[in-house]
């Protein structure tokens, strides 16, 4: 399977931003998926999950309320709305595809996932 993300752009504080991932040569119905991000200097950090159904997702704490991750398998795709973005935000963004299941913890760990997009650059300025 390979993943396309797309989506980022250069966006002012406050705004509001939505990334896609698109899946080619295989189907996303039985992978847990998940976008994670890295900012300059920093290391890959999770951003969110959503299960192969959508019907479980997880957020980490400081996305919570602002981002909503969703996915349509019909589509092979998967989404990331971001709202009320923050300087802070600023980061390559990254989607994930995971073979092995639904964990108790929400899927949060880069080491669990098989599939990676190129990533998606979100800058947001002041």
């Known amino acids: 399977v390979q993943l396309q993300a797309s989506g980022g752009g250069l966006v002012q504080a406050g705004d509001s931003l939505r990334l896609s991932c698109v899946a080619s040569g295989g189907t996303i119905k039985d992978l847990e998926m998940g976008w994670f991000r890295q900012a300059p200097g920093k290391e890959r950090e999770f951003v969110a999950a959503i299960s192969r159904t959508g019907s479980s997702t997880k957020y980490a704490d400081s996305m919570k309320g602002r981002f909503t991750i969703s996915r349509d398998n019909a589509k092979n795709t998967m989404y990331l709305q971001m709202s009320s973005l923050k300087p802070e935000d600023t980061a390559v963004y990254y989607c994930?595809?995971?073979?092995?299941?639904?964990?108790?913890?929400?899927?949060?760990?880069?080491?669990?996932?098989?599939?990676w997009g190129q990533g998606t650059l979100v800058t947001v300025s002041r």
């Open positions: 994930a595809a995971d073979r092995n299941g639904w964990t108790v913890l929400g899927n949060v760990h880069s080491e669990e996932y098989d599939y």
